[in-house]
């Protein structure tokens, strides 16, 4: 399965300032999604990550604070803009290979806003 | 809107014995059940999965089951270790490469 590279691993941000966190897979994938994890608590997927395309919004989240690039098959990144405390979270990328169906999951991002 | 629900929330065994976590999904449309398991301060990790044309599948000591009609499905742990001892994720698909995850299982096995 695709191993995939997430940076960076944890950051501490000012509230109303961006952070930009990237994604890069060893191997073209089919799919790439962005997840966010509250602490102890199950995943929600924020977006897919579409190449050469925008990405696509689940309920509740919007490309304004979220804004997501996908420039080819095995990268992208994942913008979390005018940060406020409650966006402190862990931030997941993952992906999936044409023909599997499971995701894999980078190591994370876990962003602490102050 | 599409759920899944995860029971129980917390689990603790002896070591050797077996653990079991129950998921309920809502979307009849959902095929594949994925199961991911998650240590402190890791990525989740994909330990099962099963397609629902199947009702049962099993490697080594997991094993998961699939019953459609019912829409549930369960994760089985058998000759539990310590290394065991972590968050266990079930999910449902929804829509393609999609899947909705529940609300996590904390495992505990006491040696």
């Known amino acids: 399965s695709a191993v995939i590279s997430q940076k960076p691993s944890r950051d501490i941000c000012q509230r109303g300032t961006s952070l930009t966190i990237q994604c890069q897979v060893d191997s073209q994938v089919t799919m790439m999604f962005w997840y966010r994890q509250q602490p102890g608590q199950s995943l929600t997927l924020i977006a897919t990550?579409?190449?050469?395309?925008?990405?696509?919004?689940e309920s509740g989240f919007v490309i304004d604070k979220f804004p997501i690039s996908r420039p080819n098959l095995t990268f992208s990144t994942l913008t979390v803009s005018n940060m406020s405390p409650e966006d402190s979270s862990i931030y997941l990328c993952?992906?999936?290979?044409?023909?599997?169906?499971?995701?894999?999951f980078g190591s994370g991002t876990r962003l602490t806003v102050v | 809107g599409e759920n899944v629900e995860q029971h129980p929330s917390t689990l603790s065994v002896q070591e050797g014995d077996s653990a079991v976590i129950k998921c309920t999904y809502s979307d009849s449309a959902s095929n594949y059940f994925p199961w991911y398991k998650q240590e402190l301060g890791k990525r989740p990790q994909l330990i099962i999965d099963i397609r629902s044309n199947v009702g049962e599948k099993k490697d080594q000591r997991i094993a998961v089951t699939l019953n459609k009609t019912a829409k549930h499905f369960s994760l089985h742990i058998t000759e539990t270790q310590p290394e065991d001892s972590a968050v266990y994720f079930c999910?449902?698909?929804?829509?393609?490469?999609?899947?909705?995850f529940g609300t996590g299982t904390r495992l505990k096995v006491l040696a």
């Open positions: 990550a579409n190449q050469g395309s925008e990405a696509t919004y």
């Open positions: 999910a449902a698909s929804r829509g393609t490469y999609k899947y909705i």
């Open positions: 993952s992906a999936v290979q044409g023909g599997l169906y499971g995701y894999t």
